[in-house]
């Protein structure tokens, strides 16, 4: 599965790497997919084709500090240049489409929570529907506490410091090839920086005080068995949001477009397009 073209996304920043999928004909509308932390947007070209056979271009990126795009591995200063960041990538995903073209969001893990914080301050020109799959609300993995105060002590003096944390790959899905995918995957990488942990912690805080402000159609696929962001905070998080439909996978770990059963979320993004 391979992209159409791979576009550079301009930011105030500095350009982020991206891939874009288009179907055949004129797309009906767009899907930025934004994905998760240690990880890149080369890990959705399944999802991408799933969104261009549907009749929608699709465009992924890597998020700042990920993959091919610039940054130190897993560091942001700010959250907010997440959010600078996501609003680029929002316009270039506007750019593969005509001007009046339908936005549809859809992040995952670190990805959702990017897409539910930059929702909660309005709503941009163009969108009408966010999909969060799995979105990192609150860790489900248990963190020593001494760890939490040393991120937040390296927060302050060394914002850059790495955390080894080495992901199961059996939390992140039950389907033994892709697990060999995901531990062959050199552009992925396993740690958390300092002040990556305490802008995220936040944008957490912020989310779960300001979800009711989120004023579009929103559909949520959560992992039943997730061990890593906890689906106990997701559907809290959710019943503040307006209209939002709540999907429960039994059984599924964290990466519900990867598991073995991936045609039942797949087949609720395709509804959602339909729909739109």
């Not at 940054?71 to 959010?83: K, L, V």
């Not at 990017?114 to 963190?143: E, F, K, N």
């Not at 936040?202 to 979800?211: E, G, I, K």
Request: net charge neutral; glycine share 8%.
């Amino acid at each position: 599965m391979t992209p159409t073209n791979t576009p550079t996304i301009d930011t105030a920043n500095g350009p982020l790497y991206a891939e874009a999928f288009a179907p055949t004909g004129d797309p009906k509308g767009v899907v930025l997919v934004t994905h998760g932390y240690m990880e890149h947007c080369g890990r959705y070209r399944e999802l991408a084709h799933v969104i261009a056979d549907a009749g929608w271009a699709a465009l992924t990126f890597d998020v700042r500090g990920h993959g091919r795009s610039p940054g130190p591995r897993g560091y942001i200063d700010r959250f907010d240049t997440y959010m600078t960041d996501f609003a680029a990538a929002i316009d270039a995903a506007r750019a593969l489409a005509k001007p009046d073209a339908k936005l549809v969001l859809l992040g995952h893990s670190h990805g959702g929570l990017i897409t539910l914080r930059a929702l909660c301050d309005g709503t941009p020109r163009g969108v009408v529907h966010a999909i969060v799959s799995s979105p990192y609300l609150a860790l489900r993995l248990a963190v020593p506490g001494y760890r939490k105060v040393l991120a937040r002590f390296a927060s302050r003096v060394v914002p850059k410091l790495m955390q080894a944390e080495k992901l199961r790959v059996e939390d992140l899905t039950s389907d033994p090839e892709l697990q060999a995918a995901r531990t062959r995957d050199t552009l992925c990488f396993d740690g958390a920086t300092a002040r990556w942990f305490t802008e995220s912690s936040a944008a957490q805080d912020y989310v779960l005080a300001n979800a009711s402000k989120v004023r579009l159609p929103t559909t949520w696929l959560v992992g039943g068995d997730d061990p890593i962001a906890n689906p106990a905070v997701s559907r809290q998080v959710a019943t503040a949001v307006a209209g939002a439909d709540y999907h429960d996978y039994p059984g599924f770990k964290h990466e519900v477009f990867n598991e073995r059963e991936r045609e039942r979320p797949f087949s609720e993004v395709r509804r959602v397009l339909a729909s739109c």
